[in-house]
């Protein structure tokens, strides 16, 4: 049985193991940008505080104070597809499937009028 594929986004054909290897992969990509966040959100806060900030860096600051949501809301995004995804594979695979076995009972139907054909020449 050859392995399904699916058009990822209507681009990308994947198979079921290269999808879940790449969504694994971007969801390993988000520990480390909430590890630095962590650490230098720390940082900044102890060495920014109560100081003013020109408005350029108070945006920045706004902006990084922002990443856990924008993480948050990926992982969401990610989950989401990732069951959509997921779903679209386990019915392409069932129809696929289905296919088969329907292939296969046309082949044994073949086979056995082929072999009662040939019981019946041999009989007379």
Do not use: C
Request: glycine fraction near 2%; charge should be positive.
């Amino acid at each position: 049985m050859a392995p399904v594929r699916i058009r990822l986004y209507g681009l990308f054909p994947r198979t079921k193991r290269q999808y879940v290897v790449q969504q694994v992969f971007a969801v390993v990509l988000m520990i480390p940008l909430l590890a630095i966040w962590f650490y230098w959100h720390t940082q900044v806060e102890l060495d920014l505080a109560g100081k003013p900030l020109p408005r350029y860096l108070a945006n920045l600051v706004w902006i990084f104070d922002l990443i856990p949501w924008a993480v948050a809301i990926l992982l969401t995004a990610v989950a989401l597809e990732t069951v959509v995804v997921l779903k679209a594979f386990a019915r392409k695979e069932a129809a696929q499937q289905a296919s088969e076995a329907a292939a296969e009972k046309k082949e044994e139907a073949a086979v056995d009028t082929a072999s009662k054909a040939s019981v019946e020449r041999s009989s007379e």
